[in-house]
């Protein structure tokens, strides 16, 4: 019998997915997030609650931008389509905190961002990307699922361990439009599933003067009918939902707990599984 391998397929068996992850709710992002909204893109905004509407600069390489954040009762509006997340109540660096005042930052944000959005919110992403070994099991307790790191894989992988979850790249990444290339050219049978995740902060694109590379970025990266686009939240839920599938001892029957349908590539057969059901697999 030939080596069985059952690959994760994304959302209706697309093979690709695209997501992006942006920091500190700056008022930047209110055209960066036009420019998603333009080409149907989808993205996560980790914020902290506790700074918005504070005004302040930010200077790098000898030029000065404005690192205003937005105001409260902007945020809804602003992110209207996208993913609320966690990044702390007040930016602290949670590796070197104590762990109670670091259960604090997370918690407090976490309720502030639910009670706009009205609905459990379990991602993060890490405050200056910095965390210790007892960082995670904080998270955990949080009830938070997912966090974001700043190491760049420069692969397309989809984590282990999404409370370490490692973007592709930064916008910045000089491999940006390699990897894209590298992202957009077809699969083979045996290639695994694709996962592109572009992270970065809005106000960069004033400071090295980014906006228009960009856009040509978002412009290649779009419409693009085997990839998904999602927030990080979708992808986290589906990737779980996938590995919560449960199998019968030789792995003819798969049976689907979630409540959402997942789709599998076994033996170079797409299959999917809907929510609650057993779909039997193989010859
Ligand atoms: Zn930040």
Not at 187 to 212: A, P
Request: proline content about 4%; glycine content about 8%.
């Amino acid at each position: 019998m030939a080596l069985r391998r059952d690959f994760l397929l994304f959302p209706e068996g697309k093979r690709k997915a695209v997501t992006f992850s942006y920091d500190d709710a700056v008022t930047q992002d209110i055209r960066f997030v036009s420019m998603l909204n333009r080409f149907g893109l989808k993205g996560t905004f980790n914020i902290n609650t506790g700074l918005l509407g504070q005004e302040s600069w930010h200077t790098q390489n000898g030029k000065t931008v404005t690192h205003n954040k937005l105001q409260p009762e902007q945020i809804l509006e602003v992110y209207s389509g996208h993913e609320l997340a966690v990044h702390g109540r007040t930016h602290l660096d949670l590796a070197l905190v104590p762990a109670g005042t670091a259960a604090y930052e997370v918690t407090a944000d976490r309720r502030a961002i639910e009670e706009m959005v009205k609905h459990p919110v379990t991602g993060m992403a890490y405050p200056f990307g910095t965390y210790t070994e007892e960082t995670p099991g904080i998270l955990k307790n949080c009830g938070i699922e997912y966090s974001r790191t700043t190491h760049s894989t420069h692969t397309f992988e989809i984590p282990e361990n999404f409370l370490f979850w490692d973007p592709t790249c930064h916008h910045e990444d000089p491999k940006l439009f390699s990897l894209t290339d590298q992202f957009l050219e077809d699969l083979e049978e045996k290639d695994k599933s694709r996962l592109f995740y572009i992270w970065g902060h809005s106000y960069e694109f004033d400071v090295t003067d980014t906006w228009e590379r960009m856009e040509e970025f978002l412009k290649r990266i779009y419409g693009h009918g085997d990839v998904w686009y999602a927030t990080n939240g979708e992808i986290c839920s589906y990737v779980r939902a996938v590995r919560a599938l449960k199998y019968s001892a030789d792995g003819s029957y798969i049976y689907n707990p979630s409540v959402q349908d997942v789709w599998l590539r076994i033996q170079g057969k797409d299959y999917c599984v809907p929510s609650g059901e057993t779909a039997k697999v193989g010859e």
